[in-house]
C-alpha cells in the first residue's frame, strides 16, 4: 500500500514563511491533499493539488508538488499564530484509497 | 449550513459494553468514511461506505461495526470485542469514492471515547 511521511514538528517565528514536506510513495496518485486540523477538531481541507500540476497558489499558501520525487510541500506565507495546528497531507493512490500522513504540528512563535 | 455532525463529543465506555457513534451529513454525499485517531499515528480507516446499503472493512476494522441505511447516516459501533478502543474517532464524507475530480473527504468534528 500508499506511504505518506511527514516530518511530526516545525517550529517558526510569527511573519516567517512555513514550509511542511511530504513525501508519498504510489507514484500513480492522482491527487494530493492538504488539511488543518486544530486541537480537539476535526481536519479542514486546505488546499488539493492535482497530479499534472506542478503549483498552486491560494492567498498565503502554496503548493509544490515534484511528482519525479514524489515530493509535496505547503508553505505558509506570513505565518500567524492562528496557524498552530497539525498539518496532514493526504494522497489519493491505486484503487482510490487516500492515505494521510502523520500529521505535522505547526508551532508558530510569537 | 451543509456539513458532518458527529455525537456525542465525548464517550464514556465500560468494560464489556458496546458504544455507537453518531455520524450524520447534509452535503448529499454517497461516499462515507469512519478513522480512528491515536497519538503519533495520524488516522487509521475503520470502515467506509461508498453507497447506501453497502459498506467495506479498511485497515483496523476488527473490533468495530457499521451500517449504513440511509444516505446521511453512518453510525459505527465499537464493540466490548475492540480492546483498546480510547481514541479519537472521525466521520468524513465524499461525493464519491472513486472516479473522476478532486473529491476531497470533508470531516466532522470528532468523538473522543474514553473508558472508565
Known amino acids: 500500500g500508499e506511504d505518506v511521511e511527514q516530518s511530526l514538528f516545525l517550529s517558526v517565528r510569527e511573519g516567517d514563511s512555513s514550509v511542511i514536506n511530504c513525501t508519498y510513495t504510489d507514484s500513480s496518485s492522482t491527487y494530493l491533499y492538504w488539511y488543518k486540523q486544530e486541537p480537539g477538531a476535526g481536519l479542514q481541507l486546505l488546499t488539493y493539488?492535482?497530479?499534472?500540476?506542478d503549483m498552486k497558489q491560494d492567498q498565503r499558501l502554496t503548493v509544490l508538488l515534484n511528482k519525479k520525487d514524489k515530493h509535496l510541500s505547503l508553505r505558509i506565507a506570513d505565518t500567524q499564530t492562528g496557524d498552530s495546528a497539525i498539518y496532514f497531507c493526504?494522497?489519493?493512490?491505486?484503487?482510490?484509497?487516500?492515505?494521510f500522513g502523520i500529521g505535522t504540528k505547526l508551532q508558530v512563535i510569537p | 449550513d451543509g456539513g458532518i455532525t458527529q455525537s456525542p463529543k465525548y464517550l464514556f465506555r465500560k468494560e464489556g459494553q458496546n458504544v455507537t457513534l453518531s455520524c450524520e451529513q447534509n452535503?448529499?454525499?454517497?461516499?462515507m468514511y469512519w478513522y480512528r485517531q491515536d497519538p503519533g499515528q495520524g488516522l487509521r480507516l475503520i470502515y467506509y461506505s461508498q453507497i447506501v446499503n453497502d459498506f467495506q472493512k479498511g485497515d483496523i476494522a476488527e473490533g468495530y461495526s457499521v451500517s449504513r441505511e440511509k444516505k446521511e447516516s453512518f453510525p459505527l459501533t465499537v464493540t466490548s470485542a475492540q480492546k483498546n478502543p480510547t481514541a479519537f474517532y472521525l466521520c468524513?464524507?465524499?461525493?464519491?469514492?472513486?472516479?473522476?475530480?478532486?473529491?476531497?473527504?470533508?470531516f466532522g468534528d470528532g468523538t473522543r471515547l474514553s473508558i472508565l
Open positions: 493526504a494522497a489519493r493512490g491505486g484503487y482510490q484509497k487516500v492515505t
Open positions: 452535503l448529499n454525499h454517497d461516499a
Open positions: 468524513a464524507s465524499s461525493i464519491k469514492a472513486s472516479g473522476q475530480g478532486s473529491q476531497p473527504q470533508h
Open positions: 493539488i492535482f497530479s499534472n500540476m
